[in-house]
């Protein structure tokens, strides 16, 4: 698994990512780690089969201890499925995860790690004084989702939107906007439900400055390809399986 | 024969039961003498029925009312036993499922271990007291498994040799059926019964005790 620091300064961005899972068959996932001091969290785990890769990936920068908060952008398998696995080894952490998959996610196996239950309106990640944002996105896919946003970094963390289904090697970032659209396409217009949620979530997201908008799948986008990116979701019709 | 690094740097790698086994084994221990029981209550109406001709018949049938209570007795027990044998049969399937989750972290940390040895890991030393805290919980819980497995089959096993037992009687009571006059062919009808699901008990018991022998055996 790769890991790769994009933002570095008081506080660090993380991405851990481009595990390739040989001969299983599973969607290729991005993992995102932010440490402030002593504290970290880690953005959507990730599924079982990647546990070891991942794990050895935060050691590789944090201690085990440090780890303080785990973020569930919904209940999927490739966001969670892992969540058993992390509450045996964490001994002193929260996990962020929407409030309507509470008893949901608690299915995973859940004893030490403690839930916060986010509200539908979403709230606050308290990162030992760094103030992360959860921007509601249901419907994005998730009939409960939620996505982070750093305001001091310029991150936000995106879950499903800005997804493309890609090869494990694939660049960090999107260097081709319009060569990208293809790997994005079929997947937001087949994944997202609703099209009154798409146009919501994009109305209250362009008022962020976002310098980095980091996807649970494929690249991120960095500086214009952020605006690119709504704009061209803003005109795709979602929804198409009905 | 294989082993995973778990398993071997557990130290109990031979010794080790296969939770997916147990789990398996458990469940259907359980629902083979959930069908004993089902089988039991049959027994248990039967020789009611028999004692109540057993009271018409007075003294041409004095021989088989001894019999009919026995029977009675046996079929009480039984579904008490199979009661018990449901509520350790449930202990053993947790206890397994927790195992197997337990083998299952040690085996992600052993993938752990082997990446550190490929490319030094910066802060393994923080993961290793859950390393040696889950090899610890693995082997407690194998342990505690073998127990409740040898609890289970010694309850399944007092199943099995009270039936062996109303096997036999369920023969005599044929020859005390024949000296029962006019009532004769009502209780060797009843005798016939009795032997009947006797011996049907006695298969569920046995595919039991065949699930849970081999549950512990290693792999």
Known sequence: MKSLKI?????QWFILAREDVKGKSLIETNQYMVRNGERTLIIDPGGVELFA????????????????????SHQDPDVISSLNLWDQVLTNAKL?????????????????VEYVS????????????????????????SSGNIHLYDKEAKILFSGDVGAALEEPASPMYVDDFNE????????????????????????????????????????????????RFLDWFDQLPVGIAV | MSFTASQLECGFGMEQLDANKVVVAASTAAAEISNAGHIAKQLSLVAKNARTVVLRAGDAALGFKVVSDFFVELSTSSIFLVSQVNIVAIELSRGAIECWDANRL??????????????????????????????????????????????????????????????????ISRIEASRA?????????????????TER???????????????????
């Open chain 1, 7 to 11: 933002y570095d300064q008081q506080h």
């Open chain 1, 53 to 72: 890769p991942m794990l050895s990936s935060v050691l590789q920068n944090v201690p085990i201890d440090q780890v303080t908060d785990l973020f569930a």
């Open chain 1, 96 to 112: 962020h995860a929407p409030s309507i998959w509470e008893g949901f996610i608690r299915h995973f196996g859940l004893n030490n």
């Open chain 1, 118 to 141: 986010v509200k539908d309106d979403g709230g606050v990640v308290d990162l030992g004084g760094l103030q992360l944002q959860i921007i509601p996105a249901h419907y994005l896919h």
């Open chain 1, 180 to 227: 990208h659209i293809s790997k994005m396409e079929y997947f937001h217009k087949r994944w997202m439900p609703s099209n009154t949620a798409k146009s919501n979530w994009i109305e209250r997201v362009s008022r962020l400055e976002i310098d980095i908008l980091c996807p649970q799948h494929g690249r991120m986008f960095k500086g214009d390809d952020v605006k």
């Open chain 2, 106 to 171: 040690s085996q992600k940390l052993d993938d752990v271990v082997l990446r550190h040895k490929e490319e030094e890991i910066e802060y393994f030393s923080s993961i290793e007291p859950s390393i040696s805290k889950g090899r610890e919980g693995t082997a407690k819980l194998n342990d505690d498994l073998k127990h409740q497995i040898k609890k289970l089959s010694s309850l399944v096993d007092d199943i099995r040799q009270q039936m062996r037992a109303g096997k036999v009687i369920s023969v």
């Open chain 2, 181 to 197: 006059g006019e009532f004769r062919q009502a209780l060797e009808e009843m005798a016939d019964k009795v032997e009947a699901l």
């Open chain 2, 201 to 219: 008990m006695i298969v569920h018991i046995q595919t039991a005790m065949t699930q849970l022998e081999e549950a512990q055996v290693n792999n």
